[in-house]
C-alpha cells in the first residue's frame, strides 16, 4: 500500500528561470519559467500542441535538462511518458517487479506492489503476459503501474489517461488522490478540460515558452479558479477585418466583447495580462493594442449600507499607453 510521505523529509522542486531549446540554433521552446512543486499540491499545466508541456513535464521528471536557468531540489519522481515503450522484453509483473526495485523497493515488497497495481488497474490477469503482446490500454496500465508503485514523492503524468478504459481511468484519478492526501505533489498535463475538474492547487499555461498561471473559469465545473476574481485589465484591441481573437487569447480572457466595427475589449486578470498582450502582439498578422487600463472595482451598493450617505466613486486609474498604441 502506498506509503506516507511526511512533508518536512521532501524535497521541494522549484524552476528557476527556466528555459529550453534544442539545437544550438533552435528556437526557444520554453523561456523564463519559473515554478515551485510544493509536497501535496495538484498542478495541472495547459497549453496548444507544441508549447512544451511535455517538455516541461521532461524537465520536472528529471529526465531533460535546462539548456538556461536551473532546477533545484529532487523529491523521489515517477513519470508517465506521453509514448510509453511498450515492446520491452519482460511480462507486464516482471517489468514492475523490476521497476519496483529500481525505486528502492525489496524484490518481494516490489512484487506485492506490481500485483496490487495491476489488480487495481483491472489488468491481473495480463501480469504473465510479455509486454510487446499487450494491447494499447494494458500496455497504458502497466505505464501508470510503474510510476505508483513505489508511492513517488512527485509524480508526473503526461496524458497518462489516455487509451485507458472508464474504470481504469477512476482509478487513476484516485491514485492522484491518494499521492496527494499522502503529502506527494502531482503534476499533469491532459487534453480533457473535465480531468480532475475543480481539484488542482493550481493551474499554468504555457503560451509562447511562457508558463503563467491560470485563473479562468473552470471549463469543467464552472467553479472560479483562485485568482478570476483577483485585479483585472481591460484590453483594448483591434484586429485585421473580421477576425476573431487569437484562440489563446480568448482561453487567457474572462470576457471578450466585440465593441464596434474591429475592435475588441478584452477583460483578462491581471496575472495573465502579460500572456494575452504577447498572445495579440505575437498573432499573424499582429493585432493592433488600443489601450490597457485596470478594470474599475464594482461600485458597492449603497443600499446594503446604510450608514453611508453616499456611494464613493471608484478611482479608474489612468490608462497604460502601449507600445503600438
Ligand atoms: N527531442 C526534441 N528534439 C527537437 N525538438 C523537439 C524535441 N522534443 C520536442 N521538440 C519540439 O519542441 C516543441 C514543443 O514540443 P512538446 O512535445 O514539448 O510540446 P507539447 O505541448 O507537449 O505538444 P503536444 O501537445 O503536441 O504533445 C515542438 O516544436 C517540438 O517539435
Known sequence: MAREVPEREQQRLR???????????????????DLEVAPGALIRIEGANGTGKSTLLRLLAGLDAPTEGRIVGRPRTAYVPERFPAA??????????????????SRPAAADAADEWLERFGAAEHARTPMSELSKGSSQKVAVAQALLAAPELLVLDEA??????????????????????????????HDPRRLAGR??????????????RTRMDRGTGKEDAGADG????????????????????????????????????????????????????????????????????????????????VPRPRTPEPVETENS
Not at 15 to 33: A, D, I, M, T
Not at 235 to 262: F, K, M, W, Y
Not at 271 to 283: E, N, P, T, V
Request: hydrophobic share 40%; glycine share 10%; net charge negative.
Open 15 to 33: 524552476l528557476e528561470g527556466v528555459g529550453r531549446r534544442y539545437g544550438r540554433r533552435g528556437c526557444w521552446v520554453l523561456s523564463g519559467v
Open 88 to 105: 520491452l522484453p519482460f511480462t507486464a509483473a516482471d517489468y514492475l517487479m523490476h521497476l519496483g526495485t529500481v525505486h528502492g523497493l
Open 161 to 190: 489517461w489516455t487509451g485507458l478504459d472508464d474504470p481504469a481511468r477512476g482509478e487513476l484519478e484516485r491514485a492522484v488522490a491518494e499521492r496527494t492526501a499522502a503529502g506527494g505533489a502531482v503534476v499533469f498535463v491532459d
Open 200 to 213: 488542482p492547487d493550481a493551474t499554468y499555461a504555457l503560451v509562447e515558452g511562457a508558463l503563467s498561471p
Open 231 to 310: 485585479p483585472h485589465v481591460i484590453v483594448r484591441a483591434q484586429g485585421p477585418a473580421g477576425a476573431a481573437p487569437p484562440d489563446e487569447v480568448t482561453e487567457l480572457a474572462t470576457l471578450v466583447e466585440e465593441v464596434a466595427g474591429d475592435a475588441h475589449r478584452i477583460s483578462v486578470p491581471q496575472s495573465r495580462s502579460d500572456a494575452l498582450l504577447r498572445a495579440l502582439l505575437g498573432a499573424r498578422p499582429p493585432w493592433h493594442v488600443v489601450s490597457v487600463e485596470p478594470r474599475p472595482e464594482p461600485v458597492p451598493d449603497a443600499a446594503s449600507d446604510p450608514a453611508r450617505g453616499v
